[in-house]
Every structure is written in C-alpha cells, then in structure tokens.
Nanobody, 112 residues
C-alpha cells in the first residue's frame, strides 16, 4: 500500500500561480511514476502531467508552457508548479502513484 498526502490547492485569480505538493509513503517502488490528474465538475478525470523516478516527463497540451512538474526522490514528493492560471484550470487535482494509488484531491479554483 501507498499513502499520498497532497497540499497546496486554493483560490487564485486568473494569471496567478499555485504550487501543489504530494508526498508518498508506504511501499515505495524503485521504478515508479508520479502524476497529477484533475477533474472538473461534469467532466472526466484527465492526466495533467507525470514524471518518472528517472525524470521522464509528460504534459497535457493544455498546460504545456504554464505548468512544471518536478520531484524530490529522496522525499518521495512530487510538485506541480502552476503559473498563468486560467479559469478553465479550475478542478480537483489528484496525485497518482503507480500502479493504482490516488490522493484525496485538492481543490484549485481560478477566478476571473
């Protein structure tokens, strides 16, 4: 089992920034992937960004150039730096740890 603790959500105006953090504990894998997904009301959950322990990174097209994912392997922590936030970024953001573990979610609300 893996436990995920997220922090960093909140309310911000459009154009602002937020930084999300997620720390994993428990049965940590040597070759793992940590990721952020988000789900807006009435929409399906979507992958925002992912990063492997080796540093391979993926971004959804909608966040490229605005969001940066990073991780501290020593702390088993993944970060999502979100800049130039838009109202359409409003969603619950969920941390994911391979193969099937999810955080409780943290709300990000971007006001116009």
């Amino acid at each position: 089992q893996v436990q995920l603790v997220e922090s960093g959500g909140g309310l911000v105006q459009a154009g602002g920034s937020l930084r999300l953090s997620c720390t994993a504990s428990g049965s940590i894998f040597s070759f793992d992937v940590m990721a952020w997904h988000r789900q807006a009301p009435g929409k399906q959950r979507e992958l925002v960004a992912s990063i492997s322990r080796g540093g391979s990174i993926y971004y959804a097209d909608s966040v490229k150039g605005r969001f940066t994912i990073s991780r501290d392997n020593a702390k088993n922590t993944v970060y999502l730096q979100m800049n130039s936030l838009k109202t359409e970024d409003t969603a619950a953001y969920y941390c994911f740890y391979t193969p099937r573990f999810w955080g409780q979610g943290t709300q990000v609300t971007v006001s116009s």
